[in-house]
């Protein structure tokens, strides 16, 4: 059974960072998917924020572009998002999702709210 897990989320100041991470474990060759991030906040549809090939090639989300970055650890199969200079309309819930052919995992995900 896959899992993704997410952790990192939590409450900060505008102007502040935060590092998420997604664990995979289960029958799950990490290395071959893409890891993706998403978002989604009150009454919005989920989106997008930031993914990552299994050869390592990024695209972000036009509203986080310059503040965020993904990164992964193929020997940790664990995905990060660096998420920096945060605004409050980043507050929502993220979730981690991995796909590769026809198979798709989300994580559970995390809360994040961006508020003085």
């Known amino acids: 059974q896959v899992q993704l897990v997410e952790s990192g989320g939590g409450l900060v100041q505008p102007g502040g960072s935060l590092r998420l991470s997604c664990a995979a474990s289960?029958?799950?060759?990490?290395?071959?998917?893409?890891m993706g991030w998403y978002r989604q906040a009150p009454g919005n549809e989920r989106e997008l924020v930031a993914a990552?090939?299994?050869?390592?090639?990024?695209n972000f989300a036009d509203s986080v572009k310059g503040r965020f970055t993904i990164s992964r650890d193929n020997a940790k199969n664990t995905v990060y998002l660096q998420m920096n200079s945060l605004k409050a309309e980043d507050t929502a819930v993220y979730y981690c999702?991995?796909?590769?052919?026809?198979?798709?995992?989300w994580g559970q995900g995390t809360q994040v709210n961006v508020s003085s």
């Open positions: 990552i090939t299994s050869g390592g090639s990024t």
């Open positions: 289960g029958i799950f060759i990490f290395s071959i998917y893409t």
């Open positions: 999702r991995g796909t590769w052919r026809s198979r798709e995992y």
